[in-house]
């Protein structure tokens, strides 16, 4: 079993959510707050990280991690409305493996309209 560590988190989210964030950000939103909510798990990166927070004001972005407030499943949007859509396009596919798992979820990431 592979465990997840912080610094992988924060690898994902230089290389992988930075970088999709500037591929579909629109042009009339350029220039307002993005945040990127996290929940309360310790392997997540610390909001105030400088490393992520140098790459992500990059080419004049403001992308800011926050977490979602503790004990407040109601309040936790990640889980109630985005990640919930991704698993509907993501079961779609039926995966039988973790590789083909985590290729339908980045599919389906992909796939999702960036304003919704």
């Known amino acids: 079993m592979v465990s997840i560590k912080r610094e ?3 690898r994902c989210l230089i290389e992988k959510v930075i970088s999709k964030i500037r591929e579909k950000w629109s042009r009339e939103d ?3 707050t993005i945040f990127v909510q996290q929940d309360n798990a310790r392997t997540h990166v610390d909001t105030r990280d400088a490393q992520f927070q140098a790459i992500a004001s990059q080419f004049g972005f403001d992308i800011r ?3 979602q407030p503790l004990n407040s499943p109601d309040l936790n949007i990640l889980d109630l409305g985005f990640f919930n859509a991704i698993q509907s396009l993501q079961h779609n596919v039926c995966p039988t493996t973790v590789e083909e798992l985590v290729s339908a ?5 992909d796939e999702y309209p960036a304003n919704r």
Do not use: Q, V
Request: charged share 30%; hydrophobic share 45%; aromatic share 14%.
């Open 105 to 109: 979820a980045e599919t389906s990431f």
């Open 30 to 32: 350029f220039g307002k």
């Open 8 to 10: 992988d988190i924060k």
């Open 65 to 67: 991690l926050m977490c």
